[in-house]
């Protein structure tokens, strides 16, 4: 039974749509994040949430909107998508807050190509 | 600007050998660091830590040194097996709480 499971794995659409990811946790974790791998494959943090609290948001464009309805889920809503969002992101949680020992649990990851 | 970077993108080693992986870091802040294992179509998995007030850590045949004056980190993995092969990313925690991610090496363990 996967840990943290994102939807979709493979996502290609056009510049200018609206697309979401989606993320749960089944570790009962209070804290969810958003990373974002980029073309130079650094692992960028965009988000995180604690308890469906907004904790972390980094200098990331608000065409990006996070919700987290529970703390077991955080999806990732992007409007007027842009060439530059093409990238893997990927959801992670652990079980305190501000990474702690810094021990992470990743999903899959979300392959997002925007043509 | 990257405050953690990993400058060798790729890695290749023979079975049974040593893999030394490194890592730069450029805030003397930081004061915990870890390294993740990544497989294709994974995601990333913590393997190991060190605290800033160690300069060694070592769980099986995975061992990281840390060199504070130098801001440096490695990871060694003694005898590499083909298994190993994958990226791997070195990682600081910053005053804030955030884990800094360097940007992977991919090793390639060669049976």
């Known amino acids: 039974d996967t840990a943290v499971s994102q939807t979709p794995k493979y996502l290609v659409t056009q510049m200018g749509n609206d697309k979401s990811i989606k993320c749960e946790q089944n570790?009962?974790?209070?804290?969810m994040y958003w990373y974002k791998q980029d073309s130079k494959k650094f692992l960028k943090i965009m988000f995180s949430?604690?308890?469906?609290?907004?904790?972390i948001n980094e200098t990331v464009p608000n065409r990006f909107s996070p919700k987290s309805p529970d703390k077991a889920h955080l999806n990732l809503h992007i409007n007027s998508l842009e060439l530059g969002d093409s990238a893997v992101y990927f959801c992670?949680?652990?079980?305190?807050?501000?990474?702690?020992?810094?021990?992470?649990?990743f999903g899959e990851g979300s392959r997002l190509t925007v043509l | 600007d990257q405050q953690v970077k990993q400058n060798s993108p790729s890695l290749s080693v023979q079975e049974g050998r040593i893999s030394i992986l490194n890592c730069d870091y450029t805030?003397?802040?930081?004061?915990?660091f870890l390294w993740y294992k990544k497989y294709p179509a994974e995601g990333p998995t913590f393997l190991i830590s060190?605290?800033?007030?160690?300069d060694k850590n070592e769980d099986g045949r995975f061992t990281v040194f840390l060199n504070k004056s130098a801001k440096h980190l490695s990871l060694h993995i003694v005898p590499s097996q083909p298994g190993d092969s994958a990226v791997y990313f070195c990682?600081?925690?910053?005053?804030?709480?955030?884990?800094?991610f360097g940007q992977g090496t991919e090793l390639s363990v060669k049976p």
């Open positions: 992670a949680s652990s079980p305190i807050q501000g990474a702690g020992t810094g021990e992470l649990f």
């Open positions: 570790l009962g974790h209070d804290t």
């Open positions: 949430y604690n308890n469906k609290e907004l904790i």
């Open positions: 805030n003397s802040m930081f004061d915990y």
């Open positions: 060190i605290s800033s007030i160690k």
């Open positions: 990682a600081a925690i910053d005053q804030g709480g955030k884990l800094i």
